[in-house]
């Protein structure tokens, strides 16, 4: 049986807003563990935002991912992808608001961290970047902005995946392999956007 | 000698082990004042209310073993603890590999009741069963040019999954001056709450020292060492600039990548509120002599 066409047909069986409904609720769900359980141990404000910030990882590897499934192996996830970046930008916020309410719990001091720490400046420029892109997704900002330079602003993502990346592998105490897994898939899916185009082409060419 | 110092708190005394399992608060008690007073030491009138068991046996720092906070608590049960030997040596009297029953036989276990500070910002209360360092290193005979003291953590690659991974320079080794290690608030730990001491949190015997950064406490000691020298530390050969030699608790000096100047409190829950971090963690009555002179900003 055709992996890839299973894959595409149930995709296209699955509507987009199960995205939006399984993501809040696994966000949601996530601070009530934290809240009222002792799911995340004994110290939960520093679980729960590791948690969110990883999973908004998790979320921009996912999205990044979507382009190359479907030049590489023809699975179409595409009209996912709006939801995940959504969801992403959610979880992110999700992850700076539990640093800065309850782990820092000083705008004051969200403010003076940010800017003295480097790993916190990179996280920060991360998020900001994600913002304008949560704004504008949407089918009527697409319209009034127009293809181009709705897809010359949505470019953020790649910077914004790298630095959150960064983030993550500056906080690490000694040597830990899993941030730098994580950096090095995103600079993988950002670089297969810039790599030679003609190259690839033959390749797809040779396959086929 | 034992006894040297010792904080009102005397809970096993007044509370039941089910009592204090639930976090009840813990009264200060008088008894051991006088003994206080004539060992020349400042009495602590405090009212730290130690965490439960559960808090201390599940958010561990112990890299040999991973490092998440719970990693420790879920691997440590394969470090192998019998039979167990401390190989004491350089500048000693009486050098030689110690079973930890030769070692500590005939010392004083006491109840110290310290705040625990991570160099991380969280903070907890533990209350250890040790005894006094110093007893320790009078019973191997320091000679008189021994200036430091150096500890090691065990290695054992096929029960540690964090030394398999290379996550530090393993084995773990910690270092004290000579002064702060025979200073009455320095102990080797052997149990918390009356047990023996879990894995996860050092066992069979691990260092205290409650005016420094958690990592200076290191955990399942194989050998001590007296040396001439500033022995080399674990977190000190990773990153230098962030952790120093002596890392005591200061909150005005902040780690690069973070302020020292409050901590998260373990136990608290979710919306628990940070706490100011004390300068040596409380302890400055005590220990800031040892310092006197001392930029502590240079000397973090």
Known sequence: M????????AARKVPTWTIYIVGAGWLVYLFYLAAFTRAFGPEPINALEREYGEIGLQ???VGLLIT??????????????????????????????????????????????VVKRPYLTVGMISFVALIPLAI?????????????????????????????????????????????????????????????????????MSRA | MAHRWKNDLTH????????????RQILAGTAGLGAIAAAGLAEAQEDLQPNSLEDITSYNNFYEFGTGKSDPAANAHKLEIEPWSVKVDGLVDNPGDYSSA??????????????FRCVEAWAMVVPWNGIELADILNKVGIQSEAKYVAFETVVQPENMIGVQ?????????????????????????????????????????????PWKYGFKSIKSIVRISLTDYEPPTSWNKANAREYGF??????????????????????????????????????????ASLYDGMDLSEFY
């Open chain 2, 165 to 209: 991974r290379r996550v530090l320079d393993f084995p773990y080794v910690e270092g004290l001056r000579i002064d702060e290690a025979m200073h009455p608030l320095t102990i080797m730990a052997t149990g918390i709450y009356g047990e023996p001491i879990a894995k996860q949190n050092g066992a069979p015997m691990r260092l205290v020292v």
């Open chain 2, 12 to 23: 096993a005394d007044v509370t039941p082990k089910e009592a204090f399992l639930n976090r």
């Open chain 1, 68 to 113: 190359p499934l479907r030049e590489t192996f023809g699975i179409s996830l595409i009209k996912f992808r709006r939801a995940i970046g959504v969801m992403t930008f959610f979880f992110i916020l999700a992850h700076f608001l539990v640093f800065a309410i309850l782990d820092v719990q000083s705008l004051e001091r969200v403010w003076t961290e």
């Open chain 1, 59 to 61: 979320l921009l590897v």
């Open chain 1, 136 to 204: 504008t997704s949407n089918n009527y900002s697409v319209r009034k902005m127009g293809a181009i330079a709705w897809r010359r602003l949505h470019w953020l993502t790649y910077p914004a995946a790298i630095l959150g990346a960064l983030h993550y592998v500056w906080l690490a105490k000694g040597f830990q392999i899993e941030p730098l897994v994580y950096l090095a898939v995103l600079i993988g899916l950002v670089a297969y956007r810039y790599r030679p185009k003609n190259r690839s082409k033959n390749r797809a």
């Open chain 2, 102 to 115: 030769d070692l500590l036989d005939g010392l004083t276990v006491e109840e110290r009741i310290y705040r």
């Open chain 2, 246 to 287: 002596y890392s005591n608790v200061n909150p005005n000096v902040d780690h690069p990548r973070w302020s020292q100047s409050s901590h998260r409190v373990i136990g608290g829950g979710l919306f628990a509120s940070r706490e100011p971090t004390l300068m040596f963690n409380g302890y400055e009555a005590e220990v």
């Open chain 1, 2 to 9: 055709d992996i890839v066409g299973t894959i595409n047909t």
